[in-house]
Antibody, heavy 116, light 107 residues
Framework: QAQLVESGGGVVQPGRSLRLSCAVS????????MHWVRQAPGKGLEWVGG????????YYADGVKGRFTISRDDSKGSVWLQMDSLRPEDTAIYYC?????????WGQGTLVTVSP | EVVMTQSPVTLSLSPGERATLSCRAS??????LAWYQQKPGQPPRLVIY???TRAIDIPPRFSGSGSGTEFTLTISSLQSEDFAVYYC??????????FGGGTKVEI
């Protein structure tokens, strides 16, 4: 069945960078848009951004635009979230999710902590 | 940006009771509304999309209704596994894709 596995989270200082990965399996990756959604500790869900099925279009939330970049490689079955100029408010669990605008498959998430 | 508002914040009910969760959009989103269930330590799970269509493997005690700006998720008879946080999400006007703040269904 469809599976998404995130990795790359950790503790990072403000202003530094981190790259999250999402490895997919069990479905035809090239047919699906992919998104990243985050959840700050004890808080609700927040959409971060997404990439179209063919990789030609990217979409970002205003709070991360210009700092975060989403990319994909269908041959590797992976989507990435490059996070630059990290801020303490970026601290959250980051989930990758499958789908164009609503998501039927989610990974387990990876925790990013931005702290001095 | 479409702002999604959920009520109540917390719903305290017993197993077997009916749960009614509300979600309001700041402007019309048509039927482009999804509901997710999230249990502690787990990712969200899609429950309803298109305002009223159950996702795969979702039992029929879950139903969604509404269109435009007012939506409802109903759980007809709460089971122990239904106690969780529920989020609505609109996908009509984006970016950004936006969620409500969540409703916690607790015992």
């Amino acid at each position: 069945q469809a599976q998404l596995v995130e990795s790359g989270g950790g503790v990072v200082q403000p202003g530094r960078s981190l790259r999250l990965s999402c490895a997919v399996s069990g479905f035809t990756f090239s047919h699906f848009a992919m998104h990243w959604v985050r959840q700050a500790p004890g808080k609700g869900l927040e959409w971060v951004g997404g990439i179209s099925f063919d990789g030609t279009r990217n979409y970002y939330a205003d709070g991360v635009k210009g700092r975060f970049t989403i990319s994909r490689d269908d041959s590797k079955g992976s989507v990435w979230l490059q996070m630059d100029s990290l801020r303490p408010e970026d601290t959250a669990i980051y989930y990758c999710a499958r789908g164009q605008t609503r998501w039927d498959t989610w990974g387990q998430g990876t925790l990013v902590t931005v702290s001095p | 940006e479409v702002v999604m508002t959920q009520s109540p914040v917390t719903l305290s009910l017993s197993p077997g009771e009916r749960a009614t969760l509300s979600c309001r959009a700041s402007r019309s989103v048509g039927s482009n509304l999804a509901w997710y269930q999230q249990k502690p330590g787990q990712p969200p799970r899609l429950v309803i999309y298109g305002a009223s269509t159950r996702a795969i493997d979702i039992p029929p005690r879950f139903s969604g209704s509404g269109s435009g700006t007012e939506f409802t998720l109903t759980i007809s008879s709460l089971q122990s596994e239904d106690f969780a946080v529920y989020y609505c999400q609109q996908y009509n006007n984006w970016p950004p894709l936006t969620f409500g703040g969540g409703t916690k269904v607790e015992i």
